[in-house]
């Protein structure tokens, strides 16, 4: 899944995209260098972001959406908590809406993604972007975040959306520390057994590598994402997140060959 935002904060980018032009070129890219997915997202939900109103939201992301309609022949997802957004944006072309507070608003996105028929992902998170640092505070991250995110499946369920349509996200990077991130990667079998859905990680350049890679600007932090999305590969996740497209397709794919070549043969 490649990620494009539209965004003036975005952590991630060392240019920020604005225009929409742009955006759809850097979409299109990714599709060419072997992206099964993009994740459109018109604003940043990097720890301490401001938010933004539904009609900015809406004006950074639905003439982007409008122009890849035609040339991008792959799925598009809308990466907002908002239902008003998502529901223009599946109106627009979008199939997957991506929900980081994993309806913790409440189940009105889950019942116009439901309505649509789209897919639906559940993130974990707890907070809001202003307050998420100061609530990760875990007994045992994976029990807890298997938990949480059940209670946001039952909420999906509730407001009309088919399982079989969801999607879950363990959160790396949102309400964690570094080592929660770390617990939750390294232990993600775990959690695909408790949850028993498609699991969808995004490592990609987020702040727990700057504990192994020392306090390197994100855009740098591509070859700490490639160990983490080996990882995450190697663990079952069905689902990675990220930037450098053209380079982590092909850490997926020999990831990929690894677990399915791997096991020992007598």
């Known amino acids: 899944m490649g990620i494009v935002n539209i965004t003036p904060d975005s952590f991630a980018e060392a240019s920020h995209v604005l225009d929409p032009s742009a955006a759809v070129d850097r979409a299109l890219r990714m599709q060419q260098e072997g992206a099964d997915l993009i994740d459109l997202g018109g604003e940043s939900t990097r720890p301490g972001a401001d938010p933004v109103s539904i009609d900015e939201e809406l004006r950074r992301v639905l003439p982007v959406i409008d122009r890849l309609n035609g040339p991008l022949h792959i799925p598009l997802s809308i990466d907002t908590y908002k239902a008003k957004v998502a529901e223009e944006a599946v109106s627009a072309g979008a199939v997957i ?3 980081i507070h994993g ?10 993604t439901a309505a649509a028929g789209a897919a639906l992902v559940l993130m974990h998170s707890r907070g809001t972007a202003k307050t998420m640092a100061g609530q990760a505070a875990y007994g045992d991250v994976v029990a807890e975040v298997a938990d949480e995110l059940r209670e946001s499946m039952a909420r999906a369920v ?23 991130s770390y617990g939750v990667l390294t232990r993600l079998p775990e959690l695909a057994h408790a949850l028993d859905r498609p699991l969808l990680v995004g490592p990609s350049r987020k702040s727990f590598l700057r504990g192994a890679l020392g306090d390197r600007p994100a ?3 591509d070859w700490g994402t490639a160990a983490a999305v080996t990882a995450a590969v190697l663990a079952g996740a069905h689902i990675v997140r990220v930037h450098a497209v053209g380079e982590m397709v092909q850490v997926v794919r020999v990831a990929e060959h690894l677990r399915c070549n791997g096991s020992p043969r007598s």
């Open 103 to 112: 309806l913790r608003d409440g189940g009105a996105l889950a019942e116009t």
């Open 219 to 221: 855009p740098e932090r």
């Open 158 to 180: 509730a407001a009309g959306m088919d399982l079989q349509r969801i999607i879950l996200d363990p959160g790396i990077g949102f309400a964690k520390q570094a080592a929660h």
């Open 97 to 99: 809406v991506n929900d």
